[in-house]
């Protein structure tokens, strides 16, 4: 099909999927992709392009428009406060009381809203022809949206891909996890009319199962952007010893992010260090899924609580402040789309040591320090060496950070062509 012309100020307009970020609401801090669709919903309010957003809940599809975005989005943000639940929402039994509320405010903002197999008619009334779909958040990508999107005259689905690793390590997966993301991928290959990747890494996985279902669709790698230093910098946690040396850990506690290599060292460090030269813990992140094990040895380790600490929806000037002032970030994940957490230690002068995968290197360079998880002495002698370094002579080895990747810089390459 034929696509119109983009302007000056882009497309006729873009709708932006928010069904990701509002179905953070009462559920905690937000996670790497809940904080690159909040990173593309302040952009583009800031854009001249018209603009429309789309939320998805278990009642149906709430379309909003650019003034019912922004009203949103302080909600969202925390800028002003979600109003009273009204009697639907209050009916909704298993919805925490924020969610009521932002059930409730998403209908008053509402420009329209639709039953969940009626959203292709609604988008046709209210959107103009060229309008460009932009779904970041991994939500919403069945066939039947893409129709929806496609039953607008020119209308184009564009994605952000920010990894394949569900389908690449079913093992760290819930089942249905996979079978879901399986069929995500298969409807981005056969609908999608751009595929944004936020790596060459995820570019090369996604194509690799693209040509696997048929033709690959067109393809754009944009790096995240870096901009962290920046933030608000909050407290440490009070419970916290921030006189000794401690290390961090970042991430959600499931399989795939390897907390158990960072419990085997610190079991190993209690073997072989006087009490008072073992490093702290902190493991920022709340639990996952499919780790009892590691679940099991946070709970009974004699080292919790005084070596280890375990912390879970910290909001991100806490999380910011953890970054700033530990001895290093650990990462020994097995995989990462991108690895926004490394990346924002580095913006911040704070050292990294990480498992040694390509897109680490595509992304950061030389300047974490590069140890294979296979190694789990190498890691010990790494994070003792960098117990013992003083903040100067971290910061140092880290050097400026000038040459991360920033938003702008991301929505450079991408609204030139959405």
């Known amino acids: 099909m034929a696509q119109p012309p983009l302007t000056e100020f882009g497309p006729a307009a873009r709708l932006l999927d928010l069904s990701r970020l509002f179905s953070r609401v009462g559920r905690g801090a937000c996670t790497g992709i809940d904080r690159v669709e909040a990173a593309y919903l302040t952009r583009l309010l800031n854009d001249p392009c018209p603009l429309f957003s789309l939320v998805r809940t278990p009642e149906g599809f709430s379309l909003l428009d650019r003034d019912g975005t922004r009203a949103l989005a302080l909600r969202l943000f925390g800028a002003e406060a979600w109003g009273p639940a009204d ?66 005259p020119g209308g184009r689905a564009v994605v952000l891909l920010h990894d394949t690793i569900p389908v690449d390590y079913p093992a760290f997966q819930r089942p249905e996890t996979v079978s879901d993301f399986a069929c995500k991928l298969a409807a981005i290959a056969r609908n999608a009319d751009l595929v944004i990747c936020n790596s060459a890494a995820t570019e090369a996985d996604a194509k690799r199962h693209f040509s696997a279902i048929g033709p690959v669709p067109p393809t754009l790698v944009a790096h995240l952007g870096v901009d962290l230093a920046r933030t608000e910098v909050g407290q440490l946690p009070a419970s916290l010893n921030s006189a000794r040396p401690w290390f961090l850990a970042l991430g959600t506690i499931e399989p795939r992010k390897n907390h158990a290599l960072l419990l085997d060292i610190w079991d190993h460090f209690a073997r072989e260090l006087e009490t008072d030269d073992i490093p702290g813990l902190v493991i920022a992140g709340r639990r996952g899924w499919l780790n009892e094990d590691v679940f099991g040895r946070l709970d009974s380790s004699p080292l ?43 913006a911040l002068g704070t050292p990294v040591i990480a498992n040694d995968l390509p897109v680490y290197h595509e992304v950061l360079g030389n300047n974490p320090v590069y140890v294979p998880v296979t190694n789990m002495y190498s890691w010990a002698e790494k994070i003792i060496e960098l117990a013992q370094a003083d903040r100067k002579e971290r910061k140092a080895a880290v050097g400026e950070a000038s040459w991360l990747p920033t938003w702008q810089e991301h929505f450079n390459l991408v609204l030139k062509v959405t």
């Open 87 to 152: 009697l639907r929402a209050r009916l909704r039994l298993r919805a925490n009381p924020a969610q009521r509320a932002g059930r409730a405010d998403l209908r008053r903002l509402s420009l329209s809203r639709t039953s969940h197999n009626q959203i292709g008619s609604l988008l046709r009334r209210y959107l103009p022809e060229g309008t460009v779909w932009l779904n970041v958040g991994h939500a919403n990508l069945g066939t039947g949206m893409f129709d929806a999107i496609h039953n607008i």
């Open 304 to 346: 919790a609580g005084l070596h280890i600490h375990e912390y879970a929806n910290l909001d991100d000037a806490s999380v910011t402040a953890l970054l700033k002032e530990t001895q290093a970030l650990l990462m020994p994940s097995f995989a990462e789309g991108f690895g926004l957490p490394p990346a924002e230690a580095l």
